[in-house]
Structure formats: C-alpha cells, structure tokens
C-alpha cells in the first residue's frame, strides 16, 4: 500500500498585498524548517505571487494559485494561464473552491476544463468538493460528490495519482468555525477514495492525497489527520497568520497511511 505524504496549503483568498505575503513567508518559515515529512503549500493572491516565490525560493515550501483558466493565451480578458503560472513559480493550483462556484460562476464542466489545461501544463490541480449545508441535510451529500468527482474529473482518471489532490471541502465548514467532525471528514474522504478506485483504479485511489478543508484550526488538525483517509488540509482563514498555520503544520503528522476503502 502506497503512503501518502501529507499536504498542508494555505489560501490567502483575497488578502495580502506582495508586501504583506513576503513578510509572512519571512516569519513563516522559521517555523517549519525542520518539517521535511510533509509537503507545505502557501496560495497567495496572483500580484503576490511573484514575490512569495522570490521569498521561499531555496526553500521546501511551494506556491500555488487559487485559480487558473483553461486556454494557454489569448483574447480573454482577467484571465490568467496555467502556462503563466508555472512561469510564476507556481507548482499547484486550487481549482473549483466553493467561493468560485458561489460567485463566480464555477460549474463541474469549467472546472474539467481547468483540471485537465492545469495537468496538461505540468502542475498539480487542488480540486475542491463538498456539499452545501442544505444538501447535507436533505441527504444528498454523497451524491453531490459523486457528481462533482465524476465530472470535474473526468478526463483526468488516468493522471499520475501524484499529480492530482482532491479537496474535501463541506460549504457549511468554510469560514464558519463549524468544522466537520472527524468522522464526518473520514466518512466523506473514504466516500471518495471508493469512488476514485471506481472511476480510475485502485491504485489510482490510494495514492491520490484528499485534503479536508472547514474551519481548520491548530487545535483541531491532529484528530482530523488521525483518520486513515485525511490526507492533509486546506486552510482558510487559519493560514492568514505564520504562527497558527505553522501550529497547522505542525499538528499535521505523518502516520501510517492507511486507506481503508481500497485495501488490495
Ligand atoms: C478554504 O477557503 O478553503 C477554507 C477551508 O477556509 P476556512 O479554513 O477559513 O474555513
């Protein structure tokens, strides 16, 4: 059975100017230094982009963007290329976050379209799922996510599991303080995995790494990653701050990998 390393990614969403992002990079990485069993992912807004990569350049910590589009160039105004991107020093890129969806139009068909230019230009997408809190309680969280996968993803079952993250994101956790519980997130990550081994292979599955995302917090990072399909987390308002994102960090410990869906 595969391990998986864990992912820890902060996004700033829409805060800090370059100035502010460089200055947490200097604070920040201090902090982790000594972390190099887990993979650690800072997504600042694009005009800070540049300069959070000047600032953790030498370093092991990797930048991503919180979006991109799907054609390479062109007439297409605001937009910005994943081929831009990678240019930018970026390595990852957050795709389909709820906030996308809610006010921007996002829908599981743009987001195929992003998931496969992202890959296509060698970088590794951050595909986010999750239910609304309505779904949720009318019993449809399971679906939601089925078609979300299903569709976001679907010409990208056959990348190299390493290349592509999944996200676990509930609405009603994200900048709530309400966080899943960590049955609720294991309940939903394996859900997933199930699905991944289904629509790829079960070798595609279990080295896929699934985040959770939700109001996480330092305090309750380490129960969340003890569950067997928590890969990792993607933290929002938590990661705006270098000390609680490198608690963050920190709590999230590498354990034994287990993947409890898809044992060969
Ligand atoms: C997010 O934006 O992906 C997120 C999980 O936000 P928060 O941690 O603030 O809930």
């Known amino acids: 059975m595969e391990k998986r390393r864990p992912l ?3 996004n700033w969403k829409m805060h800090k100017t370059s100035a502010e992002a460089a200055d947490f990079v200097r604070r920040f990485l201090p902090l982790v230094s000594g972390l190099r069993d887990r993979d650690i992912v800072l997504a600042p807004a694009f ?4 300069a959070v990569a000047a600032a953790l350049a030498g370093s092991a910590v990797a ?3 919180q979006d ?5 160039e062109g007439a297409f105004t605001g937009e910005v290329s ?3 991107l990678a240019a930018a020093g970026c390595r990852y890129v957050i795709l389909g976050h709820s906030e996308r969806r809610q006010f921007f139009g996002e829908t599981d068909e743009t987001v195929r379209r992003k998931v496969a230019a992202v890959l296509a230009a060698g970088l590794i997408p951050i595909v986010c799922v999750g239910e609304r809190e309505e779904e949720r309680e009318r019993g449809q969280t399971f679906s939601i996510l089925d078609k979300q996968l299903r569709d976001g993803l ?3 079952f056959t990348a190299d599991a390493g290349r592509l993250v999944l996200a676990y994101e509930p609405v009603w956790a994200i900048g709530t303080g309400r966080t899943a519980t960590a049955a609720q997130a294991q309940e939903a990550h394996a859900f997933l995995r199930n699905r991944l081994a289904e629509l790829g292979t079960p070798a595609f599955a279990a080295g896929v790494r699934i985040l959770y995302g939700g109001s996480v917090k330092p305090e309750n990072t380490a129960e969340l990653m003890g569950m067997p399909d928590v890969d990792g987390a993607l933290v929002g308002g938590a990661s705006l701050q270098a000390e609680s994102f490198a ?3 920190a709590a999230a410990q590498p354990g034994p990998r287990k993947g ?5």
């Open 8 to 10: 820890i990614a902060g």
């Open 47 to 50: 005009p800070a982009l540049e």
């Open 63 to 65: 930048l991503a963007a």
């Open 68 to 72: 991109a589009f799907w054609e390479t």
């Open 82 to 84: 994943p081929r831009m």
């Open 154 to 156: 679907k010409d990208s």
């Open 247 to 249: 608690r963050i960090v």
């Open 260 to 264: 409890t869906a898809i044992e060969p």
